[in-house]
Every structure is written in C-alpha cells, then in structure tokens.
C-alpha cells in the first residue's frame, strides 16, 4: 500500500483531522458519505456489542457507528488524534488483534482503493469478515465512473497517477464472496460520476471457501 502525502509531512494527523474534510470539496465528500453511510447503517440488521472503525484514521466517522466503538489504525499518529472518545488501538486490517465474532458491526472506509491487489482485498475482507458476527460496511473505488476516467486519460497524458485502485461492482462482490461475505446492496456518493462506493455486506455462515 503506498504512503500518502499526508504521512510524509509533520503534523500530518492534526490536519487531516482538522483540515482535510471541513473545507471545500473535502466537506462535500464528508457530508456525502455520512448520508450514504447512515442509509445503509439503518438497513443493517442490528445486532447487539461493539463496533469496530478499521482503519479509523483520526476517527472521522467513528460516531456515526451504533453503540460503543474500537478504532484501529495502522498509524501511530492518527490513532493519537482520534482522542479519547473510544477504545483505540494500532494495528493492521491484514491482521486485526481481535478474537473471531467479537464485534457486533465492523466500517472499512477508504482502505481498498489503496490497495492493488485482489488477492490482497480478498484476505483484509476476511479479516473483517472473521471478526464481525454482522454487518461490515466497506468502500471502495468503482471502475464504471467518470472520476476513474479521468484519472486514467491524466496517467495516459504522463501525469503522476494518483495510486488509486478502481475495481468494477461485480468484481468487488467476488471479492467479497471470496471472503465469506455476501453483499446486500452498494451505495455510490455520485453514481457514475464519483468513484466512491458502499457496500454493505453480511457474513455467510459458511465462513467463506477454503
């Protein structure tokens, strides 16, 4: 996973936190996915005991999660900026340091879009699977938009390509059944404008193929 600009500065968590998504387009796309995310938490079955925000970052949509919540963040930094208004540790989604079922929900925002490989969105997707005995609501990058076309005629100019990965709706949901999670629905910000997209899953019994 590559590092973003954001880790390579001093004082990067603060303004994430502070700054990233309170001003101009970033409040936009902060106010869309709270929509998009609280839609798909009231068609989740609600199951009882903790959430988990994984990564969390600097716990930007913690408290949109139902009940009390455990963020976790590979990044020291940001798991200090959340602050103290939930259990927190700093650990990777690759391998979460919980037992299997022992959250009631599990959120994955902004992470596979990151993440290049399927073989390697496949195992984190499992991870949460593994450890969530219901919903797991996660993100990614829709392939079918305009924004990802954008971004690939910028690369093909010779622009600096962003890093991002955009997969298409059924190859997510492969993924996902890869996993042991079946997909409910996906929910796009701006469908086939805007890459990003919710999906809301629920783990299948038989705990995904060997």
């Not at 004082?11 to 001003?23: E, F, I, N, Q």
């Not at 009882?48 to 990044?75: I, N």
């Amino acid at each position: 996973m590559r590092e973003s600009s954001y880790e390579r500065e001093p004082g990067y968590a603060l303004r994430y936190r502070d700054r990233r998504w309170v001003t101009g387009s970033g409040a936009g796309t902060d106010a869309r996915e709270r929509r998009v995310l609280r839609a798909l938490l009231e068609r989740a079955a609600r199951g009882g005991g903790a959430w988990l925000d994984a990564p969390s970052g600097a716990g930007r949509l913690s408290g949109e999660l139902p009940g009390r919540v455990v963020q976790v963040d590979r990044d020291p930094a940001m798991v200090l900026a959340a602050g103290d208004a939930a259990a927190r540790a700093c650990a990777s989604v690759h391998a979460l340091p919980f037992m299997d079922g022992a959250f009631g929900g599990v959120l994955c925002m902004r992470l596979l879009q990151h993440i290049e490989t399927s073989a390697e969105r496949v195992q984190i997707l499992g991870e949460l699977r593994r450890v969530s005995r219901g919903p797991v609501v996660v993100s990614f990058f829709d392939a079918v938009s305009l924004q990802h076309l954008r971004r690939k005629l910028r690369s093909i100019r010779g622009k600096r390509a962003s890093g991002r990965v955009a997969i298409q709706r059924a190859d997510f949901a492969r993924e996902a059944d890869a996993a042991g999670l079946q997909v409910l629905t996906m929910s796009a910000l701006r469908r086939f404008f805007g890459e990003q997209t919710l999906a809301l899953c629920l783990p299948r019994g038989d705990g995904g193929r060997a």
